[in-house]
């Protein structure tokens, strides 16, 4: 069962190479795809590929989910300041000193500058795909959980746009995205000053990426 689960996912991996997460999603639950004989050739880690199709196929199902993953009317910048402004702060009320601080709030931040449109996929990947990747270097996802882990995640940011989320107001949908992302890994223990510089390596990571997305 999870050989074929994992022929599901290379399959959504290879076709959102060409379609994208959103439009892939949909195609979660076909037949296995070949692309699963790469799957010892792939530099993401099952698990995480779990993840995020688990919760890719949420931006399908899950209207709230949806929108909150869609900054289209964002600029650049204005993603770029916020996730500055609140990396900054949340490694302030970690105990970490200005220097410090400003260090990891430049390196989540600085490669949002370029990340344009700020389309669903490209904000799903950011903050989803280095979640997982940060869950899976502390040892926290596996196979056996990863499923789980995503129903829980997507609860989360749920609840948390249900609060949050303005209409008309991109800066709300960031603040429940990265909120949501902290009380995640709040809730899962592995949120502390000794994880923070992981958390924001993997974040700075897929921004990167997210540059190269067309």
Not at 88 to 100: H, I, N, P, S, T
Not at 102 to 120: G, H, I, M, W, Y
């Amino acid at each position: 069962m999870v050989k074929i689960f994992l022929g599901i996912v290379l399959g959504v991996l290879c076709l959102s190479s060409r379609g994208g997460i959103l439009s892939t999603a949909q195609e979660l639950f076909s037949s296995p795809s070949p692309c699963a004989d790469n799957l010892g050739q792939s530099s993401t880690p099952p698990e995480v590929l779990i993840f995020l199709t688990v919760l890719g196929s949420a931006l399908v199902t899950d209207k709230a989910f949806r929108e909150v993953c869609d900054l289209s009317p964002a600029t650049p910048k204005a993603f770029k300041n916020f996730v500055y402004g609140f990396t900054y702060k949340a490694a302030k009320d970690l105990g970490f000193e200005d220097l410090r601080a400003d260090s990891f709030a430049k390196q989540t931040s600085s490669p949002l500058n370029c990340v344009e449109p700020l389309t669903t996929e490209k904000v799903f990947l950011i903050y989803f795909k280095s979640l997982a990747m940060f869950m899976s270097s502390a040892g926290v996802l596996n196979i056996t959980n990863a499923v789980p882990l995503a129903s829980d995640c997507l609860e989360v940011i749920d609840v948390l746009a249900e609060e949050l989320v303005k209409e008309d107001c991109p800066q709300s949908k960031m603040k429940t995205l990265s909120a949501g992302f902290v009380v995640f890994v709040n809730k899962l223990g592995i949120y502390s000053p000794d994880t923070a510089p992981s958390i924001v390596f993997y974040f700075g990571e897929e921004a990167k990426r997210a540059k190269k997305l067309s």
